[in-house]
């Protein structure tokens, strides 16, 4: 698959998967009744289910990453070189903010507006690490041992990490900063953005050295699940 036609795939499955984050938060809060519960459980639902129809659809254009800390793994262990994992997250970014104004656009939104939705300090930052951390082991380990499982496995996780972590698992740097142009139920500050992705960031670190090591240690390298170059 040339780069262009990956680049596309990643800008339009991280545009669709911000549409899905953005637009079931906006109709979960809007027929909750002011139940906060019910929204999220509608929220992680969508979530769930597009994130398996998204893997699946963009997976063999892309490598279906929607995400720069998924690619930065990738840069570690070999599958994908700097210049085009630069060229990823551009795409990333770029499809989330695309995603954030299309679902805004869906509801009578304006295209961005500013969240006002705080969400900070130690515990919020923890979560974000542990999220990440967990998202990334679960991508290395499945996409070795079974991947026709990963994206079930992916949207299970995501969908278990809304609910046992505090910050509702954003674990994603181009959702985090697409999702401060929402001020809309599942939005977050401008200001609260460089805590999360610091934390996204060391969590995918830390999960990538310790699945090496742990895949090395069973006398058994670690090879690329696909291959992008």
Request: charge should be neutral; hydrophobic fraction near 55%.
């Amino acid at each position: 698959m040339s780069l262009s036609r990956r680049l596309v795939g990643e800008f339009l499955g991280t545009a669709f998967l911000l549409a899905v984050v953005i637009g079931s938060g906006i109709m979960g809060e809007r027929l909750a009744g002011g139940n906060v519960a019910v929204a999220l459980m509608g929220n992680t639902l969508a979530t769930g289910a597009g994130l398996i129809a998204l893997i699946l659809t963009f997976g063999p254009v892309s490598g279906a990453h929607f995400n720069p800390a998924v690619t930065l793994g990738d840069v570690y262990f070999g599958h994908i070189h700097w210049p085009h994992a630069l060229l990823y997250v551009a795409a990333q970014v770029a499809g989330a903010f695309a995603g954030v104004a299309a679902a805004h656009g869906m509801f009578g939104e304006a295209l961005f507006f500013a969240s006002q939705h705080a969400r900070t300090g130690p515990a919020q930052w923890w979560s974000e690490f542990v999220a990440t951390f967990g998202l990334l082991a679960v991508i290395i380990s499945c996409s070795r041992t079974r991947p026709a499982a990963t994206p079930f496995a992916v949207a299970a996780y995501i969908t278990a990490a809304y609910w046992f972590t505090a910050s509702t698992s954003f674990a994603n740097p181009a959702v985090t900063l697409a999702r401060a142009a929402s001020d809309t139920f599942a939005g977050i500050r401008a200001q609260d953005t460089p805590g999360f992705i610091a934390a996204q960031l060391l969590g995918a670190a830390a999960a990538v050295i310790t699945f090496k090591w742990l895949f090395s240690a069973q006398g058994q390298p670690v090879t690329p699940g696909h291959q992008h170059e």
